[in-house]
Each structure stands twice: as C-alpha cells, then as structure tokens.
C-alpha cells in the first residue's frame, strides 16, 4: 500500500531495553565526568550525556549485519551498539583489560565484533568508513546498513561531504546522522554551518534531510526506523540531523565560556530520559517501579565496572608491539 | 500614518520533517524564506507602510534577511524600516511563532504574514487575535496557507496595513477545531485525526490506517493531506458555517484514493459520516491514542481525559489576498496619471 515502513508498537520488553539502555550511557558518562575530575584517567574524554535519544534511538534498529561509526564523542554510540560496558572503562582507564587492550583510550573505543568500527579522533573520519562498510554489505547481499554518527563540525569537512555524495552516486544502503550539539569544540554552529540546517545539504547529493528532535527517543526511533527500512530495502543514503545540546563541556575541563543556561534547561525541561520516562508511564506501557529498577541495577553495574578497570592491570612494554600489524 | 506596521514571522524549521523520508515530500530552502520576505518587503515600500516587524531565528532566516537590509540601503527600492524582534531565549520550537505574534500584535501591526506550513499557520493564528493573518506556504501539508508569489501578497498586506484597502472588506473569519483531552486544549485550522499510535514521536501522520476518527473545519476536493479524504466524499468549504467528520476504517467498503501527504495517494476506508454544526462537541470514540491537529500529531490521551472535538465560527482572520487587490484595482490605488511636462504646448513640442 505504501512504502513506509510497516511499525511495530514497541513492547514492553522493547521499551524497557532502550531504557536501560539510555540510563547506562547517561550513569557511565556522569561518572566518567566524576572519575575524571579525580586525575586518575589519562587523556581526553569527551562525553555524550544529553544525546542518548540519539544514538539509542538510532541504534535500536540495528542488528548484527549493521556497522556504526563514531566520533570523538564516542562513549554512546558503543553502548547502544552493545560494546561491553565494562570493556569500554578499562579502556578508558588505559587498562589491558580493555576493549582495545588500553592502547586506544577513550577516542578510540572500537569492538568490530560488534558492528562497532570505532570512536575516532579524527573530525568527519566516519563517514568515508561507513562507505566502505555499506558497499561490502551492498556487493556481499547481507542486508545490513551503515551509520555514521557525526557533528555540526564534521558536518563542513571535506571528507563528510564527499562521503554523502558517494553513498548517493554508489546508493549506499548508509544513513548519516548529524548530531547537532550547536558547538563544533566552541564554535557555535549558527555562525559555522553556512546552511544553517545540516539537512538542507541532503538536497544537493539527491537523498532526503530530515530534522529531528534529538531529545525525543520516540522521534528518534520512528525517523531512524523509515530511514533504515529504506536503505535496507535498497532505496539508498538518508541524511539525519539530530538538534540537542550536550550536558558537558566539549571536553572534561572545557570552561563553557561561550554559552549560558543551555545546559540547566536542557537538563530541567528537555531531558531524554525524563521525557521518555513522562511518555511510557502516561500511557501506562511502563511502571515508575520498572524504570526505577532499571536505575538500580544499572548504577551496580556501573559501580562494578569501575573498581574493576581501577584493580586492572596496565599494559607492559612487551604489549607496545602487539596488536599493531594485521595479516591479510 | 506612522503605524503602517505588517509583522512577518518565518518558520525556520517548516519543511523539515519526516515526510522527507517518508514521501517525496519538497525541501523549502531557508535562502528562499529569506528571499520571500525581501521579496514582501520591496512590496511593503513600494505602497507605503512604515515598518516591518520580522521575527528572529536561528535558523539562519533573519540572519539572511538582515545581511540584505544591510545591502539594501544604497538600492533604488524603498524598504521600510525593519525591526528584528530579538527574542530571548529563542527556543527553536513552536513557542518562538507565538512569542513573535504576540510581540507583533501588542507592537500594533496591523497585518501578519507567516511563513510556513499548515503547523505553523495554526501557531500563528493561536496568537495573532484579530490582527488580519496572511499564510503563506513555505511546509509541506499546505492546505490552510496559499501557495502565493510574496511580492503580491506583500502587496495586499501592505495595501490593508496603510489603510488603503479597509480590513472589513478584505478578510474573512476562518473556522477553527478546538480539541480538548483533559485539561489540555489545542486548535486545528483545517482538520483533527485521533490516531491509535501512542507517541508523538515525529509528529507528522502519513500512515491512515492509524487513524480512527476525522474532523474537518473543511475539506476541499484539491486539497492535500487527510483533509482530501472528505473533501471528495462531503465536500465543505472555508466559507461554509459548518465542518465535517468521519470515523475511518481499513476495512470499510467505502475507499476513497487520496493524496494524504505529497507523494502519497493511497485508499482510505471511510465509514460515517456526520456534519459538525458550530459550536456542537463531538466525542473522541478511542480510549486511547494520539491526536493530530492539521497533520501533526501532538496530543496523547488516555480513557480518563475524554477527549472531544468542538467547531468554532471565530477562527483567525484571514487577509483575502484576491479581494484586496480586486478592491485596489476599483480604487485605482496601484495606478498613476502623470500629466506631461508642461501640458499641451509640450505635447506638440
């Protein structure tokens, strides 16, 4: 009858995995945000709270034939891709223990084994990745699709761009998902973006651009569901752009300099997971108490996680050359 | 006649949503939002109003039409005088529509235009009391706002501003659906759907098989959006006192072939229908579900809120662009009779 995708009601069981899922990312974030106030993890974090919706959303019309890449900002999009969240703070703690034996730290989380082709610190260095990824699924026949989460400041480099052009010249089953925080580090996105909406560029590579609520899971959700369908069924690229803030600074120790009272009313008015959990308890498919004990549950599994990637022991100099070639 | 004031407020985000995806719905670029207005304001100058309110964005809208105002001063044209009303905090939703008319209206404009879909003309009209309203479609469901060059409409908003052309003759009272579940209210220009998803989600309504109940202020043979549905079994026009509901179903031997979203023409099963007289409320039949207003889904419901839908006469006041520059043309306000230099003599000079 028509073309749209054929949506399932979610279930109760749905409902509560995406909870969980998006109350792990928000508890494994603020407190990263905690720990790393403390001094004891190296390098840079750059945090994803605030975005859950996002890569929730995005991510729970996934399956195993699906690859997703990443960002800078990558903590998120490895929870909701499944990456062992346990895994992912060894790493952070540059534990061997980690997902990438504690050599790639936070920005470079990456679980192949998940469809998870990794947190990246280079600006825009996901979508060329996904391309890749989509063709082989395209030539192999798998069905799956590609996604690359990217910013408002990705959303002007080069390598961003070529990579939407060639997933339409190529009909790439790919989405792209621009998550705009409206601040490229501190750049305000108003000012940098000269389309000012990252989707009105869909129009110039011949794929749709569509604006969504990025706090809004069910939004999320009911978007990313049409544009995978979509690019499952062979109707190529989608242009998604998400308009949210993030919670945290650009950077753990960023000093926000450039912007004021977004953040408090973000937090107090917009907040993914107050909403999500307002919508599910009005329509009576959740229980305040199912959501409760999901929070409980999942701050002990959080708490474990990190005594258990501060007890790990630290890579030695006999792993330096380890894990550094591949054989083909 | 300092008080010549029209007000334009632009929506940033219309033309933006899911039917992108889910249709073949167009992309209105924000440049030609900005264009239209300048386009408004050439004709604004060139009949005499005074001042422009235009309401601000991030969207990049107004930053456009700004960089223009600014370019403008050495151009022949005369603009008027522009006024940006800084709203703060911009929110980037429907409130900033709001917060503008409202601005507008207690600033004294006289008329207001607004730039978006069928969303955004129902904002605006929410706020506008009985300014005249003038909407032009730059979304995607545009059965409520014209598809119209700016340049004239600019023209007929200038001509009613500067008093030229007399509201009374030139507006006409619109009908509204008001829709209440609980405690909450909201308004609908065109048509109300009770939808059984039960999220808002992304808003739009492009699946009529979720949709259990129909209610239309009116409904045009050649409209688009749900409203079609009736518009080919009970037809009802804007000047019409009365409106017009349904109870759709999958399964119902009557199907109607209609454009329910650009790209989108599919058959809808339509069980009874009933005439909404004015002012008569009509109950929501669903316990449960979702209710769209002019194609956007915004309010949820449950069995305690007992949500009903009631016709209302005093809808917004809408500029008739035809009739306004019909009556310009009677009165001879757009033309000039230059008298030769000189008179007479010069003529066989």
Request: proline share 5%.
């Amino acid at each position: 009858m028509t073309d749209t995708v054929e949506r399932k009601a979610l279930t109760k069981e749905h409902l509560l995995g995406v909870y969980r899922v998006m109350r792990t990312i928000r508890e494994f974030e603020e407190r990263v945000h905690a720990e790393f106030a403390t001094g004891d993890i190296p390098g840079f974090v750059h945090l994803y709270a605030g975005e859950e919706a996002s890569a929730v959303g995005v991510c729970s019309n996934l399956d195993e034939r699906d690859t997703i890449a990443s960002t800078h900002r990558g903590h998120g999009h490895c929870i909701a891709k499944g990456v062992d969240t346990g895994e992912m703070m060894a790493e952070i703690y540059g534990r061997r223990t980690g997902s990438c034996h504690g050599k790639g730290g936070s920005m470079h989380i990456a679980d192949l084994s998940k469809g998870m082709l990794g947190a990246n610190g280079i600006v825009g260095g996901g979508p060329p990745l996904i391309c890749g990824t989509a063709l082989a699924a395209k030539i192999k026949g798998t069905g799956g699709v590609s996604v690359a989460f990217f910013g408002d400041g990705a959303s002007n480099q080069g390598t961003t761009l070529e990579s939407m052009n060639l997933a339409s010249v190529w009909n790439l089953p790919a989405i792209f998902v621009a998550e705009n925080n409206g601040y490229a580090e501190s750049t305000a996105s108003t000012w940098s973006v000269s389309s000012d909406n990252i989707a009105d560029r869909a129009a110039g590579f011949g794929m749709p651009g569509v604006i969504v609520d990025g706090f809004d899971f069910f939004a999320v959700h009911e978007a990313a569901s049409e544009a995978i369908a979509r690019a499952r069924g062979g109707g190529g690229p989608t242009l998604l752009e998400m308009k949210f803030t993030r919670y945290f600074g650009h950077f753990e120790g960023d000093q926000q300099t450039y912007r004021a009272g977004e953040v408090e009313h973000a937090r107090a008015e917009l907040d993914c997971l107050k909403r999500f959990a307002a919508r599910v308890t009005e329509t009576g498919e959740l229980a305040q108490a199912d959501l409760d004990a999901v929070d409980a549950e999942i701050a002990v599994l959080i708490e474990g996680d990190v005594a258990a990637a501060k007890a790990a022991p630290l890579p030695t100099e006999a792993d330096l050359l380890t894990d550094v070639y591949v054989r083909y | 006649m300092g008080d010549a004031i029209v007000g334009v407020v632009a929506n940033p985000l219309s033309g933006r949503d899911i039917r992108r995806l889910v249709t073949q719905a167009s992309v209105f670029p924000t440049a030609e939002k900005a264009n239209m207005i300048q386009r408004m304001l050439t004709a604004f100058g060139a009949v005499g109003v005074h001042r422009a309110l235009l309401s601000t964005d991030l969207g990049g809208i107004s930053a456009a039409v700004y960089r223009a105002c600014s370019r403008h001063r050495d151009s022949d044209a005369r603009w008027p005088e522009v006024e940006f009303l800084d709203g703060r905090p911009i929110r980037q939703t429907a409130q900033d529509t709001v917060d503008a008319v409202r601005r507008m209206v207690i600033a004294g404009a006289r008329v207001i235009v607004c730039l978006g879909g069928d969303g955004t003309a129902r904002v605006a009209a929410s706020a506008a009391g009985q300014v005249p309203l003038l909407a032009l479609s730059t979304g995607t469901n545009n059965v409520f706002p014209a598809v119209r060059e700016a340049t004239v409409a600019g023209l007929a908003a200038g001509l009613v501003a500067t008093g030229a052309v007399p509201a009374e003759g030139a507006t006409r009272q619109a009908k509204l659906l008001e829709v209440r579940a609980g405690d909450r209210t909201e308004t609908a220009l065109v048509d109300v759907a009770v939808s059984s998803e039960r999220h808002v989600g992304a808003r739009a309504v492009w699946d009529p098989a979720t949709v259990s109940q129909l209610f239309c202020a009116f409904a045009e043979p050649d409209a688009i959006g749900l409203s079609s549905v009736l518009g080919q079994l009970a037809p009802v026009s804007r000047q019409d006192p009365c409106g017009v509901t349904a109870r759709l179903a999958a399964a119902a031997p009557r199907q109607v072939l209609a454009p329910v979203a650009p790209g989108l023409v599919v058959p809808v099963g339509v069980g009874e229908i009933e005439p909404m007289h004015p002012g008569s409320v009509h109950a929501i039949d669903a316990r449960a579900g979702v209710i769209a207003v002019d194609g956007e889904r915004e309010l949820t419901f449950g069995p305690a809120d007992q949500p009903a839908v009631r016709l209302r006469a005093d809808g917004p006041r809408c500029l008739d662009v035809p009739a306004v520059l019909a009556a310009s043309a009677r009165l001879g306000l757009l033309t000039t009779i230059h008298q030769p230099p000189g008179g007479a003599h010069d003529r066989h000079g």
